[in-house]
């Protein structure tokens, strides 16, 4: 019935809104031999179709099927949770890590990968409404800020800035080096920055 189906959304919509993983859990890993002794610890992990290990967070995954029919590809969830603009406005922010590498070659050795950040702004649900996505999920100027050639990556559990309500990072290792991502949230988008760690 609506009623028990929009109880549910908003049950879902604040365990998104109040998630949080460790700052070492490790999101996502495109390096075989590390993903498949990632996989076989950790059974919540997703295997790709190209040997890499995710992430797909249990309550954006529930979330979004119950808002938006039938939901998501999986695909590695970066960062989930509440976040604040300048105006005071909550929002529910999700980052997923969307590999562009499904027209590579496989058997080539010495081929990179393209990371895309796909990001989704909604606002919260009450209990006379529905949320209330304000983003769409492929913002092309966000998408664009953080492309970068690379050929393995590590990526941890985004986290929120306990003094910034509207800043988070997110923290992973490219070929060996670290790189931190900067986010903010600017009304009903989200500014993004990579830099080195």
């Given amino acids: 019935p609506p009623a028990w189906r929009h109880v549910q959304i908003l049950y879902w919509q604040h ?3 109040k998630y949080a993983a460790p700052a070492d859990r490790i999101v996502y890993d495109d390096d075989p031999t590390e993903a498949a002794r990632l996989g076989a610890a ?9 040997g890499e290990v995710f992430q797909f967070v249990r309550p954006w995954e529930h979330f979004y099927q119950l808002v938006s029919p039938p939901g998501r590809t999986p695909a590695a969830t970066l960062f989930l949770h509440e976040l604040t603009n300048a105006t005071g406005e909550r929002r529910l922010v999700a980052i997923e890590l969307r590999p562009l590498n499904s027209m590579l070659d496989p058997s080539d050795a010495y081929q990179v990968f ?8 909604f606002e919260p649900g009450g209990f006379m409404r529905n949320p209330q996505q304000k983003s769409a999920p ?9 492309q970068t050639w690379h050929r393995k990556t590590t990526w941890f559990a985004g986290q929120p800035d306990p003094k910034d309500p509207s800043h988070f ?5 490219r070929d060996g080096v670290p790189v931190k991502v900067d986010g903010w949230l600017r009304n009903d988008w989200v500014e993004l920055e990579v830099v080195p760690n």
């Fill in 15 to 17: 365990q998104a809104m």
């Fill in 42 to 50: 950790d059974h919540s992990l997703v295997a790709g179709g190209h």
């Fill in 114 to 121: 393209l990371d895309r950040f796909e990001l989704m702004i």
């Fill in 138 to 146: 492929f913002p092309q100027t966000e998408v664009t800020a953080v």
């Fill in 169 to 173: 990072t997110i923290r992973g290792v």
